[in-house]
Structure formats: structure tokens, C-alpha cells
């Protein structure tokens, strides 16, 4: 009889951890999403960060022509790039700050689509869970925040990546500032779980071009520079999986650096509100193809064979653009 009770046991004992072992298997996968393109197979929309200031900095001036930009393109959705809410992110769901800084400056017609969002380094001063939580996609149904994420729109597949906890001064030197790290500690497991989920997702995908969204730079001209860790961490993955946009916020202007040792085109949308005038820092002419220190936005038009950047000032004019093409496959033909 013991002997058939400690069998039964071991049995448990085994099923229990094969149990364990694919809930992990599922996890290591990025939450993904779908969505379509247009009938034709082309994909507009605009990118926007660094921008939740109740209106104020130009954030309204720079929505009203986002609006009107949106309705030009016909755009799909609107990606952020971080720091949704100045100073200190939300204090709750039912933060006001919500309404004051999103549904109520973003108003164009063209801009009540669905926004893919990521996190900012300011966003993790105040109630992480407040913008991840679900409940704010009730009070708005265009809200879609996640740490981490992967979007499918067929020609091309977007990964957001939570790039915040990545930067050791966040964690070393706070400058009396406190940051939500719930979901985050350990963080050397958080960051090791994100970057082989990552790997994942890049390996796997099919995608004829491949977009990655973070809000902090990896090379940037602006106040903050390159973030290092960023640079150490996570561009090795994406160059061997050739990416081709890096997208990010982080630093209050909009450029365009192309690399100069791999095909990634390094775009900085983060004039969403108060911008820092004056602030450039860059030595390589070759690589910057474009810097504007003022309020602004972004626009990509996609085809399966081509894609086509142009950035905005606040007055709606275009101060820059870039187009790239790929040849179709004989079976897209």
C-alpha cells in the first residue's frame, strides 16, 4: 500500500512540473494582435511621444494637426512611443489626468482608432497598473497599453518592448524620484524573460518588414544621447534579425539616423508636448539625416514593398521624408 502511495505521489510530483513547464512555454511568448490592412494591402498611421501635458506645450496644437494629417493618409492607428503622462505617469484608473491629457486633446475624427502605446520612464514614476489596466480601455476604447506586445498587420509586424527597465540609473540613481517596479523584480529575470521572448517573435516572423517600438533612444542626437543599455542588450537581437525601423520617444524632438553598419533606420518621435530647444549633440553628419528641436510628429505609409517616413511640425508642415523599397517574392507577384 506505501508503495502505491509513494508512486502516486512521484506521478503528482511529475505532472505537477509538466504543468509548470508549458504554463511557461505559453509565457514565453509576447501577447500578439492582429490587424488588418487596408483591402488594397497598404498601412498608414502616425507615431507620437512624450506628449501627456493637459493640452499644454503645444500638445493640442500638435494633436490638431495630427488630426488633420490622419485624415489625409487615412490612417489605421496611432503608435506612442512613452511618457503618456506628465510628471509622474497616473495615480490610478480613475486619475483625471487621463481624460485631461488624452480623450479630451485627441478629438480629430481621424484619431478615434485603435493606439498602440508603450510605456515611458515617467509613465513608471506614477501607477503602472493604471495604464495597463482595462478599465481604462473602457473609459476609451483606443487605448491599448502592454509592457511588451507584438501587433500583426500582415506586411509588417510591430514589437513594443518595455525599455524602461532596462536603464540602471533607474534602479541605481533614482534622483529622489520612486518608480513602479511591481512585475518588474526581479529584474534581471524581467529583462532575461523579455529579450528571448523578443528573440522569438523576430525569429519567427514573416513578416515582409519588421518595426520595433521602445521609448528610449539607441542612437539619438538629443538630451538623453543613446541609452546604453539599450545599445548593449537589445540591438545585437535586432540586427540579427534584421529589423528595419527602430521607433522611440524619450528625447523631446524628432530625428532620423540611419546606421551606418546595418539596414535599422533609427526614428525619434518624442515632440508630442514640451520639447528642449537648442539641445543637439551629434558627430556623425553621415549618419543624421534629420533633426528638428521642436514639437512635431510622425507618419509611415506602408505597402508590402515599400515604406515611406515624413515628419511634421507643429504647423502641420513636412520637414522631412524618406522612402525605402523591398522586391515582392515570385508568390506575392
Same mark, same amino acid.
Given at each position: 500500500m506505501a508503495s502505491v502511495w509513494k508512486k502516486?505521489?512521484?506521478?503528482?510530483? #511529475? #505532472? $505537477? +512540473? %509538466? %504543468?509548470? @513547464?508549458? @504554463?511557461d512555454f505559453s509565457e514565453a511568448q509576447l501577447p500578439r494582435f492582429q490587424?488588418?490592412?487596408k483591402p488594397d494591402g497598404s498601412l498608414s498611421f502616425l507615431v507620437i511621444g512624450d506628449w501627456g501635458r493637459r493640452g499644454f506645450y503645444n500638445q493640442s496644437q500638435v494633436a490638431l494637426q495630427m488630426g488633420r494629417i490622419g485624415e489625409k493618409l487615412d490612417i489605421d492607428f496611432v503608435v506612442s512611443t512613452g511618457d503618456n503622462f506628465y510628471d509622474n505617469g497616473l495615480k490610478g484608473s480613475d486619475d483625471p489626468t487621463f481624460h485631461d491629457s488624452f480623450s479630451r486633446v485627441y478629438t480629430a475624427d481621424s484619431l478615434q482608432k485603435q493606439w498602440y502605446i508603450v510605456?515611458?520612464?515617467? !509613465? =513608471?514614476?506614477?501607477?503602472?497598473?493604471? &495604464?495597463? $489596466?482595462?478599465?481604462l480601455r473602457q473609459m476609451d476604447s483606443r487605448w491599448l497599453c502592454l509592457r511588451s506586445f507584438i501587433v500583426d498587420a500582415e506586411i509588417v509586424e510591430f514589437f513594443f518592448v518595455d525599455t524602461t527597465p532596462f536603464v540602471d540609473q533607474y534602479f541605481i540613481d533614482p534622483k529622489d524620484h520612486e518608480y513602479d517596479w511591481r512585475d518588474v523584480s526581479p529584474r534581471k529575470n524581467y529583462l532575461k524573460k523579455l529579450l528571448a521572448e523578443l528573440e522569438m517573435g523576430l525569429g519567427e516572423s514573416r513578416a515582409k518588414w519588421k518595426i520595433v517600438v521602445g521609448h528610449h533612444t539607441i542612437? +539619438? /542626437?538629443?538630451?538623453?544621447g543613446n541609452t546604453n543599455e539599450i545599445v548593449t542588450q537589445l540591438l545585437p537581437i535586432l540586427k540579427a534579425n534584421h529589423v528595419d525601423l527602430y521607433i522611440n520617444?524619450? !528625447?523631446?524632438?524628432? &530625428?532620423?539616423?540611419? +546606421? $551606418?553598419n546595418s539596414g535599422i &533606420? =533609427? %526614428?525619434? $518621435?518624442g515632440g508630442g508636448s514640451k520639447a528642449w530647444r537648442g539641445d543637439f549633440n551629434w558627430i556623425n553628419p553621415d549618419e543624421m539625416k534629420f533633426y528638428h528641436d521642436g514639437q512635431g510628429f510622425? +507618419?509611415? &505609409?506602408?505597402?508590402e514593398a515599400q515604406v515611406e517616413i515624413a515628419f511634421y511640425d507643429v #504647423? /502641420?508642415?513636412? %520637414?522631412?521624408?524618406w522612402s525605402a523599397s523591398k522586391h515582392l517574392s515570385h508568390s506575392a507577384i
Open positions: 502516486a505521489m512521484v506521478m503528482a510530483v #511529475f #505532472f $505537477s +512540473s %509538466l %504543468l509548470c @513547464f508549458c @504554463f490587424h488588418a490592412p510605456l515611458g520612464n515617467h !509613465d =513608471y514614476r506614477g501607477d503602472v497598473e493604471a &495604464q495597463l $489596466s482595462p478599465i542612437k +539619438s /542626437g538629443g538630451h538623453h520617444g524619450h !528625447d523631446h524632438c524628432l &530625428q532620423h539616423i540611419k +546606421s $551606418s &533606420q =533609427y %526614428l525619434t $518621435s510622425m +507618419s509611415v &505609409q506602408m505597402t #504647423f /502641420g508642415n513636412v %520637414l522631412h521624408s
